[in-house]
């Protein structure tokens, strides 16, 4: 059996979440593994998992856990001898190069790309992290280039890969657990009719120009509400949005994993206007729950809806046509009963099982390893 040492800067808890336990249980058939990552909270961590623990600075959360995470890699190399190791984006990729570097090992390295890395340092975070922008592009390039595999989840990422002159050696989804979004049928849409925006108040969320277009498109549009759930740097936005329009937008922080599911079903659509995504998870769920989306023509988005179909796509950071089309899917006679029709059934395709994804991971790994 081949050995993997899983390395990203996703954070783990104990017991795993149910996503992990099952993505690992699957891997564990098939390869022995060992994980890199960081720890979500005080404890122990599980079995198989290093992780580095939580810094009282939040700021440097991140720097040291890229300075730790080569000699980190290293040592795991010395002692785990895995076959590759399995890194979660170019930035620990390039980590796990100088972690076999740092350990004189022969180890194989394969980078996966879920998403932009150009967006990182510029839409992610605080502004001043664009500064770092010229320095962590070419850290991602140097990664991609030098590594001895490359796995992509869209054809999206793939493209971004392709452009550096890189084939990718495998393209295919992560497996994510949305078994609460599949456990019952999807429901009819409701008598009241809702937009839905589920994620992190963000820049590469496109928060602003989410707010712009209902502020053009709400007028135009009464009765209808435009509910909001997320939390982040961009949350004064959200609330001058909710002063101005208190009649027609509601908005949460939070709401637990499982109430999303409910979320999606008390709305008519889902509104993803991102500047970028690999591919959008919350697009997948809001298909799964017979929902359209409305969103931008952006990132991997494409790969999951197509215009006029499964919903309704637009230009990138273009707030009168994102106003234009929420008035179209809420105004032009079944228009939305058409897409939410064709929204479950498309879901199919985009969705891994944990065999599945433990399988394709395997064969990656054999063919990498050689």
Excluded at 39 to 46: E, K, L, T, V
Excluded at 134 to 154: E, H, M, Q
Excluded at 165 to 185: D, K, M, N, R
Excluded at 265 to 273: G, I, M, S
Aim: net charge positive; with cysteine.
């Amino acid at each position: 059996m081949r050995r993997a040492l899983f390395a990203g800067r996703t954070r783990y808890s104990s017991p795993l979440s149910v996503t992990h336990a099952r993505k690992f249980g699957a891997l564990g058939e098939h390869l022995e593994y060992r994980v890199l990552g960081s720890a979500a909270g005080a404890g122990a961590a599980p079995q198989r998992f290093k992780l580095f623990p939580r810094t009282p600075l939040r700021a440097l959360d991140g720097v040291l856990f890229y300075v730790w995470l080569p000699f980190a890699i290293a040592s795991e190399l010395r002692s785990f001898r895995p076959d590759v190791v399995i890194a979660q984006s170019p930035y620990e990729g390039l980590a796990a190069l100088a972690g076999r570097s740092l350990a004189r090992s022969h180890a194989k390295v394969i980078v996966e790309i879920h998403g932009d890395w150009h967006t990182a340092t510029r839409l992610y975070g605080s502004k001043h992290r664009a500064r770092l922008a010229p320095i962590a592009d070419r850290a991602a390039v140097l990664a991609v280039r030098r590594a001895d595999a490359v796995r992509t989840v869209s054809g999206f990422t793939a493209g971004l890969v392709r452009a550096l002159g890189v084939e990718p050696a495998a393209i295919f989804h992560t497996y994510t657990e949305i078994a609460a979004f599949l456990e019952h049928e999807p429901t009819s849409l409701p008598s009241r009719p809702r937009a839905a925006f589920v994620g992190v108040l963000e820049r590469y969320k496109n928060v602003e120009g989410l707010a712009a277009a209902w502020r053009i498109a709400a007028p135009q549009l009464p009765g209808v509400t435009l509910d909001l759930v997320g939390n982040g740097r961009q949350t004064e936005v959200v609330e001058r949005l909710v002063a101005d329009l208190p009649e027609q937008t509601t908005w949460r922080r939070k709401v637990e994993p499982a109430e999303v599911a409910s979320l999606l079903d008390e709305a008519w659509c889902l509104v993803l206007p991102s500047f970028s995504e690999g591919l959008p998870r919350v697009a997948i769920e809001s298909l799964a729950r017979g929902r359209p989306v409305v969103g931008s023509r952006a990132g991997g988005i494409p790969d999951a809806i197509e215009d006029d179909s499964n919903g309704l796509l637009v230009p990138s950071g273009d707030a009168p046509a994102l106003a234009n089309a929420l008035v179209r899917f809420f105004t032009e006679p079944g228009l939305a009963a058409r897409l939410a029709q064709a929204a479950r059934p498309s879901a199919e395709s985009l969705l891994t099982q944990p065999e599945e994804y433990a399988a394709r991971v395997s064969a990656l790994v054999e063919s990498t390893s050689g």
